[in-house]
């Protein structure tokens, strides 16, 4: 896997409102000073030891707190909707989970591959903390094959083929703690894959003051994220189409699972964003848009926020072309015009499409441009011009 290099850390990564950049200074910017801290300088390894402290195919186990054993020795996964039924020596689906004589592993407790510290507004999270850094991490695997996967080379790995870090949950906090990070992300590959070290750092990071945020496909079971709920403050799904062919096709995954998903985050309170890449060709049928938020506005709430994402060309979809701007802009006012009432822009840094409005007054309550956070018109979680309470985690 790749590594962002070096960086300083800002705390807050602030600009003035007037601040203009080109989409190249802007992307400068993000390449100096603000991406991700690399994973050996936030755990704490030297630079003359860094080759050896993470090295290839460490794999640490742990035993499978969702599988069901078989007489015979296959065990069944109880963790996301591919439900895989495991021969004794074999693998999961997501390829970090193995039989080990009747008995069923996480490969990846305590190993991630990535560990960054990124602006919340990357995972994105507009409604959360605005400003401020996430201590960010994942381990190899992913329980999708999703074609237009911008870490596919972490995702579609095996624990054995990146480099992997052995960091313990308590480390994960103190290291999160000391660098001024006010979140956790579990991010980069579907976390649900990596399910018990989550849940152990979640549940440290509740103690510790700090929140837990997870951006996932949202491929999880009720049961497992029913408990991980008990800990989770912030959730962002990718609502990737809104048609089960894109999922069997695109991902190889489901997209009714993914809509339970969402409803039971609803209803246990985590504060929810969904996120929708849309793909020329793929899943940029406006009808299609339009059905998915009103479902959205039907059973989620007009304040649920969403983020319209620019597809760029790569991994296995690189001879399709860049989102055209027009198809965001025609999206993000289908939505509007179905009610929803925090509706993004993303991956155009600059486009006005990525500030936040309020629906009452209609003025400017946040301002962004890329990852960066100018002017914030909130007082007490509630629009500083009239009043209006705006959904979120905003202290
Ligand atoms: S988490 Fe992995 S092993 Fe478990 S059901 Fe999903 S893909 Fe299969």
Redesign the pocket.
């Known amino acids: 896997m790749r590594n962002s290099g070096y960086i300083e850390l800002l705390p807050r990564h602030r600009v003035t409102p007037d601040a203009a950049l080109t989409k190249r200074d802007f992307l400068k910017f993000c390449g100096a000073s603000l991406c991700a801290l690399s994973s050996s300088y936030l755990i704490g390894y030297p630079e003359p030891v860094r080759a050896q402290a993470a090295r290839k195919g460490l794999i640490k186990t742990k035993q499978s707190l969702y599988s069901t054993s078989f007489e015979g020795g296959e065990v069944q996964?109880?963790?996301?909707?591919?439900?895989?039924r495991?021969a004794k020596g074999k693998?999961?689906?997501?390829r970090?989970?193995e039989n080990r004589d009747g008995r069923y592993y996480s490969l990846v407790y305590g190993n991630p591959c990535a560990v960054h510290l990124d602006p919340i507004e990357k995972k994105p999270f507009f409604h959360i903390l605005p400003g401020t850094t996430s201590f960010s991490l994942a381990t190899a695997g992913c329980?999708f094959q999703c074609k237009f996967c911008q870490n596919w080379e972490i995702s579609q790995a095996s624990p054995e083929d990146v480099y992997s870090y052995e960091v313990s949950p308590e480390l994960i906090v103190k290291k999160a703690k000391e660098i001024g990070a006010r979140s956790v992300a579990y991010t980069y590959v579907e976390p649900?894959?990596f399910?018990e070290y989550m849940l152990d750092i979640c549940t440290l990071v509740k103690k510790s003051g700090l929140l837990n945020v997870y951006h996932s496909n949202g491929f999880i079971n009720p049961d497992p994220l029913k408990n991980l709920c008990k800990v989770l403050d912030g959730a962002n799904i990718d609502l990737k189409g809104f048609t089960e062919d894109f999922y069997h096709e695109l991902c190889n995954g489901q997209l009714t699972p993914v809509l339970e998903t969402l409803k039971t985050l609803k209803k246990e309170k985590v504060h929810l964003e969904i996120t929708n890449l849309i793909i020329p060709t793929k899943n940029d049928e406006l009808s299609v848009l339009r059905e998915m938020c009103l479902w959205i506005k039907r059973e989620l709430g007009t304040d649920t926020p969403i983020h319209f994402s620019r597809f760029y060309p790569l991994y296995k979809l690189k001879s399709l072309p860049p989102t055209p701007v027009s198809t965001l802009e025609k999206a993000r006012e289908a939505a509007s015009s179905a009610g929803l009432e925090y509706v993004y822009i993303g991956n155009i840094p600059g486009h006005a499409g990525e500030n936040t409005f309020c629906p009452k007054c209609k003025k400017m309550i946040i301002q962004r441009t890329g990852y960066m956070v100018g002017e914030i018109n909130l007082k007490d979680g509630k629009c500083r011009h009239c009043g209006k309470p705006v959904p979120g985690i905003w202290t």
């Open positions: 996964c109880g963790l996301c909707p591919h439900r895989c495991v693998r999961g689906i997501c970090v989970r329980n649900t894959i399910y």
